[in-house]
Every structure is written in structure tokens, then in C-alpha cells.
């Protein structure tokens, strides 16, 4: 069975699991969960998340050339969380439509562990004249998170985010 998630309902995934680990810390929850992260020379593949059936353990593949470890261990723990029991390498067989989509839910659920609202909030008053770029950097998250988060929020007027997109 498929689980069709709505952003808001991924959102309120991502904060039941800081609530339960009292982090959003990715290394933190995958200790807690006893998923095992390996860093490897990927290639061209950013991290993968995998069920070890003989040990009945996940391990999340990371590329150690990553620019942004975090997010791809955020995204992996969003397959895990929303699609761990989906076979998506035989679903992205069938429809490249779905695996895409699952993608994206598995960003959204990223981007919402590692800046919830609360952190956005939070520093509000420091970013107010900052670009969208700025801001990425200081969180040390891809320029996408923070447009995402921003667009969301509803935190600026449409006049103001274009400014900050410059």
C-alpha cells in the first residue's frame, strides 16, 4: 500500500521524530535507531538508504565527497521513515513519476528535520536583511532548504522574497 503524504503531514513526521529523539540531530537519530551510517566514495550518488535482512539492520550509504553530509542522511531518514517499506528501486522501474516523488517527500522531510520552524523563528530578527544565499550559508544547508523553508513559512511578501533571491 502507497501513503499519499501531503507536505504538512511530512512536516508533522519530522517534528513527531525531533520530539521523540529530543534532537534534530541526524548522527543522534541514527544512533537511536541503530541505523548504521557508512561514508563511501559514491560516484555520482549523493547516499542511498538499505535494509541489511540478514542482521535486520538499515544502513545509510553516504557519499564521503558530499558537500552536505547532513541533508543526505536527512533524506535517507525521511525513506526511512515514510517509504521503508516500499520497494522503490522496482517502483522507479515502473514510473519514473513515483520514484520522483518520493524524492521529494523525502527532501521535504529533510529540510523540515534540519530547519524547523522553531530555528527559523528563532533567528528571524538576524536574518531580516540577509539574501536567501546568506542565510543557506549560515545554516550550512543548500540554497533549496532555505527557499523551501522560507516559501512555507509565508515569512516575507512575494516583493520581499524576490529581494532575496538576488
Known amino acids: 500500500m502507497i501513503l499519499i503524504y501531503t507536505s504538512k503531514n511530512i512536516k508533522h513526521k519530522a517534528e513527531s521524530v525531533i520530539h521523540e529523539h ?13 541505523i548504521v551510517l557508512l ?6 550518488i549523493n547516499g542511498f538508504l538499505q535494509y541489511y535482512k540478514e542482521k535486520e539492520t538499515y544502513l545509510i550509504h ?10 543526505i542522511i536527512a533524506h535517507e531518514l525521511g525513506h526511512y521513515y515514510l517509504h521503508k517499506n516500499l520497494n522503490s528501486f522496482q517502483m522507479e522501474n515502473c514510473s519514473l513519476v513515483l520514484g520522483n516523488k518520493l524524492e521529494i517527500q523525502a ?4 529540510t523540515e528535520l ?3 520552524d522553531h530555528i527559523i523563528s528563532n533567528e528571524l530578527p538576524n536574518l531580516q536583511n540577509w539574501t536567501l544565499k ?9 540554497l533549496f532548504v532555505v527557499e523551501y523553508k522560507m516559501e512555507h513559512m509565508n515569512l516575507f ?3 520581499v522574497q524576490r529581494e532575496f533571491r538576488k
Open 22 to 34: 529530543g534532537t534534530n540531530n541526524v548522527y543522534q537519530i541514527c544512533e537511536n535507531l541503530r
Open 39 to 44: 561514508k563511501e566514495d559514491l560516484g555520482c
Open 62 to 71: 553516504v557519499n564521503k565527497n558530499s558537500l552536505h553530509p547532513d541533508l
Open 134 to 142: 546568506q542565510i543557506a550559508s549560515f545554516f550550512q544547508l543548500p
Open 157 to 159: 511578501s512575494h516583493q
Open 107 to 110: 527532501n521535504t522531510f529533510a
Open 114 to 116: 534540519l530547519l524547523p
